[in-house]
């Protein structure tokens, strides 16, 4: 199952469906984009610069979420040229009727590279974008 990083933060930040998430993941092999390493510190770093989480809370989640990457319980595909190029036509595939983000059109790009199980996101443009390109997602 491929997870971006709206369902990735809920593994290891307590949000409010963060319980629904860890049901839906059982029993499949999680895989992101390298891209989730950026983004998930960034996340982070956010809910702390908001107060949502505390310092150590936000230093024992990234702890977990780099163990589960070096414990291969998250496998995070590499980033290159070719997912650049494909990540820009799913952007015209989509085009006009979502705006999709460049970072979400990575996501997708990387998703369509590996097709492991469905795409699971929170992103309502992310999802329209998939679900336009045929993908199979999580509801």
Known sequence: MYLD?????????AEPDSDQVDD???GFTLVSSDLAMA???SALLAKERNKTLAP???AAAWTAFLADVDEGVLRLIPLDGVMIREANEMM???HPQ???RTLDAIHLAT???VITGPIF???RRMLAAAKLLGFATVE
């Open 111 to 113: 998703y369509g590279s």
């Open 56 to 58: 150590t809370a936000r």
């Open 39 to 41: 983004e998930v510190w």
């Open 24 to 26: 839906v993941v059982v």
């Open 98 to 100: 979502v705006p999709l």
């Open 92 to 94: 015209l595939r989509v």
């Open 121 to 123: 996101t929170k992103d």
């Open 5 to 13: 990083t709206s369902v990735l933060v809920k593994r290891y930040v």
